[in-house]
């Protein structure tokens, strides 16, 4: 009997680590076609199979067999239609990339974040005034449905576009969800802070206004100085160096990060609010 036991338990702990295994790859390759056309495919492929099944259960059998006949083609078309997918899938595993849990999600905020670090360069050398707002967890569709929605792919040349003086929407805040600008010329509330500096305009107190209801994080451009500042938690840095920028940005917009650095006044390149410097 102890030897029965003992097979059934290998074969039960076998069994588990197969379908974990079997799980994982699964989840990564969804990661792998997540935001590409292929996902589109996907869901044509499951209406095929769905579309098999229900013939195979209700003995249709014309419709069966035409399923049965796309199936005895499908693998070859299937390799043509995921050829891209699966070019990136065998480079990255040659990188030994694909098993990496954070690699995908780090590409995507990195690529993010240089399109906003570029347009912020660009806006902060010609001194246009931009405010922009990244949503995290807390969401912020009342803020998104007081501006003009867009759900736009994040760039340079659309945020530079949007700020430009003396176009619509370029007097508000653009907030970005994810890689995709969900809308612009949006409303914000005002920080009520009394120990705000006096010298912060309305697009300033708005984004610091918007980190004190919510946890998201926003940048913003003076328009008479050309500084760049972040506020997060409803606490600001004036002046922030490019270096600072990219960095904090990453930390905070990285849902693989769990060891977020508050902002506080022992922070290298943190000041609050109160701190000094000169904003339009």
């Known amino acids: 009997m102890s030897y029965f036991a003992d097979l059934t338990w290998n074969e039960w702990i076998k069994d588990i680590i197969d379908v974990a295994i079997v799980s994982y790859i699964i989840y990564k390759m969804i990661l792998l076609v997540r935001g590409t056309k292929a996902v589109q495919l996907l869901k044509g492929i499951f209406v095929l199979v769905g579309t098999w099944a229900i013939s195979t259960w209700f003995n249709l059998y014309t419709l069966k067999w035409l399923m049965n006949q796309m199936f005895t083609f499908g693998v070859v078309t299937v390799l043509i239609i995921f050829q891209p997918e699966l070019r990136r899938a065998l480079e990255q595993l040659g990188r030994g990339k694909l098993f990496s849990r954070t690699s995908v999600v780090e590409r995507d905020v990195s690529d993010r974040i240089n399109e906003i670090i570029k347009a912020i360069q660009y806006l902060a050398k010609r001194k246009i005034g931009a405010l922009i707002v990244f949503e995290r967890s807390t969401g912020l569709n009342d803020y998104i449905e007081s501006g003009i929605q867009m759900e736009s792919r994040t760039s340079s040349e659309l945020l530079i ?18 890689n995709q600008i969900m809308a612009a010329g949006c409303y914000l509330p005002l920080s009520e802070n ?6 912060l305009g309305t697009r300033h107190r708005a984004g610091i206004g918007i980190t004190e209801v919510c946890d998201a994080v926003s940048v913003i451009v003076s328009e008479e100085t ?3 500042s972040l506020a ?16 904090k940005l990453f930390e905070e917009l990285n849902p693989n990060v769990k060891d977020k650095q508050p902002l506080t006044s022992k922070t290298p390149f943190w000041r609050k609010w109160r701190g000094g410097g000169q904003d339009g």
Request: charged share 20%.
């Open 161 to 178: 576009n949007l700020f430009i003086p003396n176009t619509p929407l370029h007097d508000g805040a653009v907030i970005i969800r994810g």
């Open 194 to 199: 009394p120990f705000i500096s006096k010298e």
């Open 226 to 228: 050309g500084q760049v």
């Open 232 to 247: 997060v938690g409803g606490m600001i840095v004036r002046d922030i160096k490019e270096e600072s920028l990219i960095s």
